[in-house]
């Protein structure tokens, strides 16, 4: 069993940064691929981007490489999510996830992760 809190969000103005944080309790951190994902009223949760146990391996979506990235301090149980260049489109509550399945052709879908923060919510005015 993992519990995990996500913090860090807030409102921000359009070209600013974020760094997102999720701390873990409960099994060892590094068993766990952790995954970032978000969800935009009315739309579906969307992957983001995603860290293997050891934080040697990264993945992340397609249309956000490059202003997102994912690490992992597992000697403070944590994963963060950095975020650059914030656009309006990138407001959404964003969720960590916990799994212990390595399978980076599944990673991006929100059914492989076993365990969910609540979510923090990242507004982004123009």
């Known amino acids: 069993q993992v519990q995990l809190v996500e913090s860090g969000g807030g409102l921000v103005q359009a070209g600013d940064s974020l760094r997102l944080s999720c701390a873990a309790s409960?099994?060892?951190?590094?068993?766990?691929?952790m995954g970032w994902f978000r969800q935009a009223p009315g739309k579906e949760r969307e992957f983001v981007a995603a860290?293997?146990?050891?934080?040697?391996?990264?993945y992340y979506a397609e249309s956000e490489k490059g202003r997102f990235t994912i690490s992992r301090d597992n000697a403070k149980n944590t994963v963060f999510l950095q975020v650059n260049s914030l656009k309006p489109d990138d407001t959404a509550v964003y969720f960590c996830?916990?799994?212990?399945?390595?399978?980076?052709?599944?990673?991006?879908?929100?059914?492989?992760?076993?365990?969910w923060g609540q979510g923090t919510q990242v507004t982004v005015s123009s």
């Open positions: 409960g099994r060892p951190f590094s068993s766990y691929v």
């Open positions: 996830a916990a799994t212990l399945t390595f399978d980076r052709w599944l990673l991006t879908t929100p059914q492989t992760y076993d365990y």
């Open positions: 860290i293997s146990g050891s934080g040697g391996s990264t």
